[in-house]
């Protein structure tokens, strides 16, 4: 039986979740503190 195109990117997320967890936190991270880091960036 052939495997379904869905399923690579099931398994992915299935063996990798912590990576995405890891990836959405630092996202919110910066977003939640740009106001002290981006600044920074300007100077």
């Known amino acids: ?3 379904e195109w869905w399923e ?3 398994r992915f ?3 990798y979740w912590w990576v995405l967890l890891i990836v ?3 996202a919110l991270v910066a977003y939640f503190t740009r106001d002290y880091w981006l600044p920074l960036l300007f100077i």
């Open 13 to 15: 997320l299935c063996n």
């Open 8 to 10: 690579g990117p099931i």
């Open 24 to 26: 959405v936190v630092l």
């Open 1 to 3: 039986m052939e495997a």
